[in-house]
């Protein structure tokens, strides 16, 4: 992977802050000039120097160049499909318990910002293999991983449909990212291990219902909860300390649950419905 202590090289990515603190996301050519607002920065300035200074476009404006972050690359990168967001990337990462050396399974590799993510995660010694159907989605995502963390000889990407095979043995944790995950349970619970996650992440309250009791139905998995985070900044100032007013609320709902032995899930039935107050006194 690539290590971004390192001088700037020809494909890498990079960002400039204006004084307002705006961000310009490009790729570094020999060459070639970003154009910022008629303020031209070249990129032979910058190709084989140390990130963190200070660079004036011809007309004496002032950029500051960095490498971007994760976060900068997964809201900049070119995208194929919607991306998930950093504010869920990180969750994902800390509630289903990506660790270095895991056998990851990802359903929808999109863009390529959930498998970017897992990877910088478990490491070399982890494996992360990501199903996705259509072929320009997987040049896209692999695109812009490479220019992000260059080669990844411990990333396999599937051209399958997983709804129809799920090929892994013994994997640590699958992530689905997909319009209909409830159709993979069935499929991956054998392929899961014992104490494993899967997580799913989806935008409506009815996919979220769908997989919760597809998970119930294979009586193979606990401690199931659904969630969803909110971000907001805030702005302080010497003389003001305020939240911004806008913020970015729901982008989608997050499920996890952990595997056990199937048919070793304690799942409660659903409660008869109440009576109404008309069937409890009749007239």
């Not at 970017?116 to 695109?143: C, H, Q, W």
């Not at 294979?218 to 911004?244: C, I, Q, Y």
Request: charged share 25%.
């Amino acid at each position: 992977m690539k290590n971004p202590s390192l001088p700037f090289a020809e494909n890498d990515p990079v960002i400039f802050y204006d004084r307002k603190q705006r961000v310009y996301y490009d790729l570094l050519r020999p060459g070639k000039k970003t154009n910022i607002r008629g303020d031209m920065l070249p990129h032979d300035e910058i190709l084989g120097r140390h990130e963190g200074f200070l660079l004036r476009s011809q007309r004496e404006v002032k950029y500051w160049v960095f490498r971007p972050t994760l976060n900068d690359h997964v809201v900049n990168m070119p995208r194929g499909a919607t991306v998930i967001y950093p504010k869920d990337l990180g969750v994902i990462l800390q509630y289903a318990d990506i660790y270095p050396g895991a056998k990851v399974v990802e359903a929808g590799l999109g863009s390529g910002a959930l498998a970017t993510t897992l990877l910088r995660m478990v490491g070399p010694e982890g494996t992360v293999i990501s199903y996705e159907v259509r072929r320009d989605f997987i040049e896209n995502a692999k695109r812009n991983m490479r220019n992000f963390i260059g080669e990844t000889p411990n990333h396999i990407v599937r051209e399958t449909n997983i709804y129809e095979q799920f090929e892994e043995e013994e994997v640590d944790r699958v992530l689905l990212d997909l319009p209909e995950p409830w159709r993979v349970v069935h499929l991956a619970a054998p392929k899961l291990r014992t104490g494993g996650i899967i997580c799913s992440y989806s935008p409506t309250v009815f996919q979220v219902k769908s997989f919760v009791e597809s998970l119930r139905v294979t009586r193979g998995f606990m401690a199931v909860m659904t969630f969803e985070t909110m971000f907001r900044r805030w702005n302080v100032e010497p003389m003001s300390v305020r939240p911004e007013l806008r913020m970015i609320g729901h982008t989608g709902f997050l499920t996890i649950a952990r595997k056990v032995e199937i048919g070793a899930a304690d799942v409660e039935e659903a409660a008869p419905a109440e009576a109404s107050s008309a069937e409890e006194k009749p007239e």
